[in-house]
């Protein structure tokens, strides 16, 4: 596609209840990456997959965090038993890594606005 | 640890007035450095960045230069417009050589309000 897609858009999710966040990259993308964008702040690391390896989830903030990407293209990030200090909007991002590892763009998805309540 | 530091918003200015939106880091090696444009209802944009010490991103009017001596990488633009009204966020790329990646670090954002 032409962009870092991701949907739902908006979620509001009961206290307790399972969500799931979906991620499209940009098509032939290796790395793509999951931040975490609480209000007012900026966004914060939460995973990164090369094509379907997960090689970092040193930012998934509790065991009620997890994130896929099977067959190496689409993402999705699941959230158990969803608590309040949830709310934040998910975000997205896909690159392709450079031979220098220096200074890849990140090319940010919309994001998904999470609202427990 | 690596961080970033920006200046707090908002930054309120008139049309054509002169931008600055200071950024500090501190990191462990030698990062690349980033601002991201975020516009109302829309997702992170890539502004500008520089890879290496005393380099200059800039883009659309927008400069930026690599300081390594004071650890900065302020963002400055000689003349704002109305359009240039959104969220700011300076961050670093902290590159990973175990697997081959980099992760942002970003700044808390700095809102910027130009008014005609």
Redesign the interface.
């Known amino acids: 596609g032409a962009g ?1 897609s991701q949907s739902p858009r908006y979620k509001v999710a009961k206290r307790g209840q399972d969500v799931a966040l979906r991620c499209d990259p940009i098509s032939g993308h290796v ?1 793509l ?1 999951w ?1 975490q964008q609480a209000l ?6 939460l995973t ?1 997959f ?1 094509n379907e390896a997960q ?2 989830k040193s930012g998934l903030p509790s065991d009620r965090f997890f994130a896929e990407r099977p067959e190496g293209s689409v993402s999705t990030l699941k959230i158990q038993r969803t608590q309040q200090e949830d709310s934040a909007v998910y ?1 997205c ?1 896909s ?1 392709q ?1 450079r031979r220098s ?11 998904t606005r999470l609202t427990v309540t | 640890g690596n961080s ?1 530091t920006q200046m707090e918003g908002p930054v309120t200015l008139s049309e054509e007035a002169f931008l600055t939106i200071n950024c500090t880091y501190t990191a462990t090696g030698y990062p ?1 450095l980033f601002w ?1 444009v975020q516009y109302p209802g ?5 502004l500008l ?1 520089a ?2 010490a005393d380099d200059k991103g800039s883009n659309k009017g927008f400069e930026a230069t690599y300081r390594k001596e004071t650890t900065s990488f302020h963002l400055e633009k000689g003349s704002v417009q109305v359009s240039d009204s959104a969220v700011y ?1 300076c ?1 670093l ?1 902290a ?3 175990s ?11 700095t809102r910027l309000a130009v008014h005609p």
């Open positions: 870092v790395s990456f931040y007012g702040q900026g966004p914060e690391f990164y090369q090689l970092d975000l991002a690159s890594p590892g220096r200074g890849n763009e990140q090319y940010f998805g919309p994001g | 970033v690349s991201y829309e997702g992170l944009q890539l960045k890879t290496k966020f961050a790329s590159f990973t050589f697997g081959g990646y980099n992760k942002l670090i970003f700044g808390a954002g």
